[in-house]
């Protein structure tokens, strides 16, 4: 059973499980925050963090951990401290860092929002956690997040501060908020919250993570050895900071838990990317895969040197074998393939395993504390080799999400396994190789999408009856989203574009909006009366229709 402490928001691991993981060294009682304090007391003059644009900025890791020192104490004379909730909401800038750093480091907790949420779920996030802070850009992107952070604030009485990077326009300059630290900080113990990701659920807007800094800095370290992660290291930050993968596997994090260099990158096109591997000698980055193909694509005909770069990662969606094959050979480079989650379980193909493993499978995972089952829908073990519902627990895999009891009973077992969603087989060496899902939800090239979320806003529209969205193959992001629409009897036609501004206009990230659009007179239902998701996935699939 998982243990649930009195008060807390989110399950945790039970006392025997904790004991195991701590007398393995799994767990070392590290604080992130406490991580950047050693290096740079290490090595204080090494460059931690690039930021190209605009101009070339550099933190060495002594600039980094004061920077982080004196927005923490300015966070502290506004009011916000340990256990407080702060929606962080950055793109790759050396902000990101520097507001990250400062909270971890007096136990206030980070909130990851991506650049592309938009009002819908950043007033979400703000009043499910309670959060007391919002910070963002002035405008990126073309997009200006104050105005956005006006309209959040309006509908969020409890958020006290907004935070800009920038041009504070109404709000504060984040520039403005660092002080001098009057004394050493009151930070979290390791065992305590670090900050809530965000999960890729399939109803409505995403569950919170919660990741403490022992089993998060564990997945890091494991994610480190594994990719032969060290100080030479140069990792080129090409997707947004704030997802796990760019952070943890091993990402920046894993980066600067070793003592290398972060390159952020502003625009992942090739153009901007491999003139920045090439100036800055990147050795390293992580990419989904559409972002993987593209790449592929360009470099044979780029004239950037990319011979600084020796190992690319892919994880985020299933990298088909096609194109991993091509991956290698078109960038000079080792492909590392991963498949995990924010919930937890990591895998990766290891540098020494062969060719036909690395392209055919998802990886093993990182720890031998990761437990593993592959079961059917009746949760009994399948045979080895066959596929069935990966089911996982470990010394890095949430036993719940944040303040969500309800869920967390379809979630997971009783003796605490998480039900990934994930369909899998696994090979004779402990490989993975992801076959699907069974969950609803929509992987569009790597950026989660809950059906539910758009039907129910699809079902405001005064003209439509019902809707149901489902995924459709797709080459290159691997899905894509099909809306399929009833409208009500006597309404006016819609055109799909309508239907598409309409969810537009609703304040969602962008690539929830529908890709296609059909119109139909009924649904498939299944034997109780729902909606058959099976078959309109397989009805989306018939080539003649799209």
């Known amino acids: 059973m998982n243990a649930l402490t009195p008060g807390a928001d989110s399950p945790t691991w039970p006392a025997e499980f904790a004991g195991r993981y701590r007398a393995a060294g799994h767990w070392r009682g590290e604080t992130i925050g406490g991580v950047l304090r050693e290096r740079a007391t290490a090595h204080p003059d090494r460059i931690a963090l690039v930021d190209p644009a605009p101009g070339r900025r550099t933190w060495t890791y002594r600039q980094l951990d004061e920077r982080a020192d004196r927005l923490a104490a300015g966070f502290l004379a506004r009011g916000i401290g340990k256990g407080d909730r702060v929606v962080v909401q950055l793109p790759n800038i050396g902000e990101f860092f520097e507001v990250v750093f400062a909270l971890l480091r007096i136990g206030a907790l980070p909130v990851y929002a991506l650049p592309a949420h938009r009002e819908t779920e950043i007033s979400h996030f703000c009043s499910f956690t309670e959060a007391v802070a919002y910070v963002v850009p002035d405008v990126h992107d073309g997009y200006d997040h104050r105005v956005l952070a006006s309209r959040v604030r309006e509908r969020t009485p409890g958020l006290k501060h907004v935070f800009v990077a920038g041009d504070p326009g109404g ?6 908020v ?3 630290p009057s004394g050493p900080f009151d930070g979290p113990a390791p065992h305590e919250l670090a900050f809530l990701q965000l999960s890729g659920g399939t109803t409505g807007v995403p569950k919170l993570i919660p990741r403490t800094h022992d089993d998060y800095l564990y997945s890091v370290r494991g994610s480190d050895e594994i990719c032969g992660v060290d100080a030479d290291t140069r990792f080129l930050v090409v997707l947004p900071a704030a997802h796990n993968f760019p952070a943890s596997s091993p ?3 894993g980066v600067l838990y070793a003592g290398g260099t972060v390159v952020l990158c502003p625009e992942p096109d090739p153009a901007t990317a491999f003139g920045l591997i090439e100036r ?3 050795t390293m980055t992580g990419l989904v895969p559409p972002l993987a193909l593209v790449w592929t694509d360009a470099a044979p005909g780029s004239t950037y040197d990319l011979s600084s770069l020796e190992l690319v990662l892919v994880g985020g969606a299933k990298y088909s ?9 078109a960038l000079g480079c080792r492909l590392t393939q991963v498949f995990g989650m924010a919930e937890g379980l990591v895998n990766y193909t290891r540098l020494d395993d062969d060719t036909e493993t690395v392209v055919t499978t998802q990886g093993r995972p990182i720890s031998p504390d990761d437990e593993i089952r592959v079961v059917d829908d009746a949760d009994e073990d399948v045979p080895e080799g066959e596929s069935g519902h990966l089911l996982t627990r470990g010394p890095y895999t949430i036993r719940g999400y944040w303040r969500a009891p309800e869920h967390d009973r379809r979630a997971f077992t009783e003796d605490g ?7 899998v087989r696994r090979t004779p060496t402990g490989h993975l190789v992801v076959e699907g899902r069974a969950k609803d939800q929509i992987n569009r090239g790597g950026e989660k999408i809950a059906p539910e979320e758009i039907e129910n806003i699809l079902l405001a529209h005064p003209s439509v009856h019902d809707a149901s969205v489902v995924s459709v193959p797709d080459a290159y992001l691997g899905e894509r989203s099909l809306a399929y629409v009833i409208l009500r009897e006597g309404a006016e036609p819609l055109r799909p574009a309508a239907v598409k501004r309409f969810v537009r206009e609703h304040g969602v990230a962008a690539h929830k909006v529908p890709d296609l659009v ?6 498939p239902r299944t034997g109780v009366g729902k909606v058959s998701k099976r078959h309109l996935r397989s009805a989306a699939e018939q080539p003649e229709k799209h």
């Open 171 to 176: 709000h504060t300059a984040l520039a403005e």
């Open 518 to 523: 059909e119109f139909v007179g009924a649904f």
């Open 321 to 329: 074998e096609r194109a991993a094959r091509r991956l290698e050979p």
């Open 417 to 423: 396994f998480y039900r990934t969603g994930d369909i």
């Open 251 to 253: 990402g920046w994090l």
């Open 178 to 180: 660092e002080c001098e």
């Open 280 to 282: 800055e000698r990147v």
